[in-house]
């Protein structure tokens, strides 16, 4: 399948994700997740109308979307890996969304960046759904305080939570604990599925679904 193909497939799984589980039609973003790929791989994916994109490094973002974020207006690029302080600046100015906010540290240089550069970024928090200590995330008992600091104490506004559940479990239970973190802290997006559990995040709730390799292949 050319990856036009697998992008129409993908997209057609979510709208009948969306309609089985009755929620309205575009309901959910697809985040494409164009991480390992190089530009020319990206562009037909832009050339077939797509407009988000996730990847997880900041340094190999620098190297590809200033010039294809150039070449078309629109496009939203989201940060999905970790995020060091040390590349706060570049993530803050090269990223529409950061889904990465994970600790204290991380919340206050990216609001010192945010003023910087007189630059407003779309956040969300990451949650660490399964407690595993080789993830990012904050605790699942912990994230309504932190969202809370973001908020009151940073004055950053943050609009939604991601979680990646742990690869060997049902993402089910991961995915209803996110969207019931995200009531309590009346946050309105969920960023959860990838190429695996797209369609179970749907049913879920998620309001974005990170795929990369459905879409652009195996890394
Ligand atoms: C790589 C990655 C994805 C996409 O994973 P696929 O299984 O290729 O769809 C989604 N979310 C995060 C955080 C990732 O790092």
Redesign the pocket.
């Known amino acids: 399948m050319e990856l036009q193909e697998r992008l129409n497939d993908v997209r057609a799984r979510i709208s009948a994700a969306e309609r089985q589980s009755q929620r309205p039609a575009g309901s959910v973003q697809l985040v494409a997740?164009s991480?390992t790929f190089d530009a020319e791989v990206i562009r037909p994916a832009i050339a077939a109308g797509q407009r988000i994109f996730?990847e997880?490094r900041v340094q190999e973002s620098q190297g590809k979307w200033p010039e294809l974020k150039t070449e078309t207006p629109g496009i939203e690029l989201h940060l999905?890996?970790p995020l060091q302080s040390n590349k706060a600046a570049d993530a803050v100015a090269l990223f529409d969304v950061i889904e990465t906010v994970d600790r204290e540290k991380i919340a206050r240089a990216i609001a010192g960046e945010m003023k910087r550069q007189g630059k407003t970024v779309r956040l969300y928090v990451q949650v660490n759904s399964g407690l595993e200590p080789q993830k990012a995330g904050i605790a699942p008992a912990d994230t309504p305080a932190f969202v809370y600091f973001c908020r009151n104490e940073l004055g950053l506004s943050i609009e939604g939570l991601m979680c990646?559940p742990p690869a060997e479990e049902n993402p089910g239970p991961h995915f209803a604990l996110l969207a019931k973190i995200a009531r309590q802290c009346r946050v309105e997006k969920l960023s959860m599925g990838?190429?695996?559990d797209y369609e179970t995040a749907v049913a879920f709730g998620a309001t974005s679904v990170?795929?990369?390799?459905?879409i652009f292949g195996a890394?």
């Open positions: 997740v991480k996730g997880n999905i890996g990646i990838m190429s695996g990170r795929v990369g390799s459905a890394r």
